[in-house]
């Protein structure tokens, strides 16, 4: 190691592994304003904007299968250098499309490089604070993280105003060259055993994940409340836009709310993992999720023009997930230190295929109104409080 590498009790490990996670949600949050634009510039229509994002998640989700058993057989540090390059090539083909099938086939690409970050920055975090401190550590992640859609909606709208929609995709070339030199420089391997690449390991690793009810329940209660935000994320820029009116240069302060909201979750994840078990905290994220949405669905109903009743109870769903991602993972990696790349990569896998197929399905229907956007939030918060409560009673029997 040398003397530039991160040590582990740095803060700025925290930071730089928040940067490489970011990588997933700037990837998503700076293009939105750009969508309406991208629509008329490509000649194409709602539908398929929508597609740019599900292709996007798809790539994303597939190679995490792929991503975690390679990590767990070369390191991490080579894996992420060597998606984030690919992320870098498949943005600069993203801003030289010319068409929406052009589009979908980089921003694939794109998916697939993009994917390295987030899951394997997961995955340094479980080698390097272990089992009990990650909760932790991953709430501090997800909190300075947060910070990428702050900025990203409205870095994204002020690119519009002065800018065609290809500088978005340069931008975000020029964070990936960013993030490769940061890695190469900083960060330190943190492997703590070489797993074989043999298919039949790979899936005899699979098998044991899929074998163990608590990381399933985990996985599909943390994936259906991520899911629930993608399907909002896709339809925004359409239904604040184009149906509610909001001028593109401010769309990017419509999502401060749920910014602040994500930072303060988060931030509480941090100090309660010191005095709750994981799955408790949870169980309450996933409580303000459900409420949130259902706040959502009746202020639609009573005020349809307001932006404010879509505003303000993202706010408290943000909070939620804030509570409910980082214990989320954390539970559901705490029973594999030996396979933790693979187990973050199954967990990733599960996560982004649910808001890929969330994406697309929303968008086939929004056309008009927000209802198709919000029949499905409250759809799926629900299966995810279900599965939280599963989660907490499987842990308080096991643990009286």
Known sequence: MTHRQLHP??????????????????SVDVYLPAMP?????????????????????????????????L????????????????????????????????????RFIQG???????TLARAVARDVFGPTRAARALSLIAMLMALAPAVAPTMGS????????????????????????????????SLPQRQSLHPL???????????????????????????????????????????????????????????????FGSALSARLSRSQDSEKTVLFGSVLVAVSTAAMWLGTQLFPQSILVLMLPMMLYSTGMGLVLPNAMAVALSAFPHIAGTASALMGFIQMGLSASATALVG??????TAPMLNFMVLITLFALLLSVLLYRRHTVTNP
């Open 9 to 26: 009790d740095s803060r700025w490990l925290l930071v730089l592994l928040a940067a490489l996670v970011a990588l997933g949600p700037l």
């Open 37 to 69: 634009s991208m629509m008329t510039a490509l000649g194409t229509d709602i539908r398929h904007m929508h597609l740019t994002l599900s292709t996007y998640l798809t790539g994303f989700a597939l190679f995490h299968l792929a991503c975690g058993p």
């Open 71 to 106: 990590a767990d057989r070369f390191g991490r540090k080579p894996i992420l250098i060597g998606g984030t390059i690919l992320f870098v090539l498949a943005c600069i083909g993203c801003s030289l499309s010319t068409s929406v099938e052009q589009l979908l086939v980089f």
């Open 112 to 118: 697939i490089g993009a994917c390295v970050g987030p």
């Open 158 to 189: 002020i690119l519009m105003l002065w800018l065609p929609w290809p500088s978005i995709f340069v931008f975000l070339a020029v964070y990936g060259v960013a993030m490769v030199a940061l890695i190469q420089i900083f960060l330190a391997e």
């Open 201 to 263: 390991s790979i899936a005899r690793n699979y098998a044991e994940l899929l074998r163990s009810p608590t990381f399933i329940v985990a996985t599909f209660a943390s994936s259906f409340v991520y899911a629930g935000l993608l399907a909002y994320l896709s339809s925004s820029s359409f239904v604040y836009i184009d149906m509610l009116g909001v001028p593109v240069q401010y769309f990017g302060f419509v999502f401060l709310t749920s910014v602040a909201g994500y930072m």
């Open 364 to 369: 086939m229907f929004l056309v008009d109104t």
